[in-house]
């Protein structure tokens, strides 16, 4: 065969090959915040969806699978972990919870999973991941509106959840894991005025605002996670 013919065959064959190449799996993993669809919210709107719009749009193939799961805590994502996580074969995770774990219920005065407890799952979270071949990349939660109603133990509940983003902060650097401090944005603009419960559909969930902001934040630390990055 002629070889300049052999040459346009192999380039013919590589062009088809990136073109049918699968996208680079992303699991959002956490509870009814990661979950996003409520009144006002549809899936278009989440986080999860908007990241993966944006990439898309720049040309990153990529497929982002929401696995959220309303009132889901740190232990009960360790549990199905294996089945409906790593099974899926995700190149990248991302991980948010700490509002359910930190919430104290009407008629108890104790946290639903205690800080020390919420630390050990993220660190159990990320070993695995790890050890599966995925990249983890852990997230804070948003902070709670300004109005938002007292937990069981009358407290505003970003008074508990701050002690388990300072957990998650802990476990990001400790472990050298990526992190997208969704906290640390929302306190910031709180302290230049801005109410942050407007982002939100009732001073906890998101609104499409809201999750716009989460993206936000997200994009540049998961762009430097993608393999292509690399």
């Known amino acids: ?4 013919r052999c040459l346009l065959l192999l380039c013919c064959a590589s062009v088809l090959l990136s073109a049918d190449a699968a996208p680079i799996r992303i699991i959002a993993l956490g509870d009814s915040i990661t979950k996003g669809v409520r009144g006002g919210v549809t899936v278009q709107e989440t986080f999860a969806a908007r990241v993966e719009a944006t990439l898309r749009v720049q040309d990153i193939a990529v497929e982002v699978i929401n696995t959220g799961i309303g009132g889901e805590r740190t232990d009960q994502a360790l549990a199905r972990l294996d089945k409906d996580i ?12 700490g509002t359910n774990d930190s919430y104290v219920d009407v008629g108890r005065t104790e946290p639903r999973l205690t800080v020390q ?6 660190v159990n979270l990320v070993k695995q991941l790890r050890a599966a071949g995925i990249v983890p990349i852990l997230m804070t939660e948003p902070r709670w509106g300004r109005a938002a109603k007292p937990n069981g133990a009358g407290e505003h509940p970003n008074l508990r959840l701050e002690k388990y983003v300072e957990a998650c902060r802990a476990v990001a650097q400790e472990m050298k894991v990526p992190l997208a401090d969704h906290f640390r944005v929302w306190t910031e603009q709180e302290t230049k ?11 906890c969930h998101p609104n499409p605002l809201g ?5 936000d934040t997200l994009l540049p630390i998961l762009r430097a996670a993608l393999p292509a990055a690399k």
């Open 1 to 4: 065969m002629n070889p300049l």
């Open 193 to 203: 005025g801005v109410d942050v419960g407007t982002w939100t559909t009732d001073q």
């Open 117 to 122: 407890e919420y630390r050990a799952n993220l």
């Open 211 to 215: 999750h716009q902001k989460l993206a």
């Open 86 to 97: 790593v099974a899926l074969k995700p190149a990248i995770v991302v991980i948010m919870y």
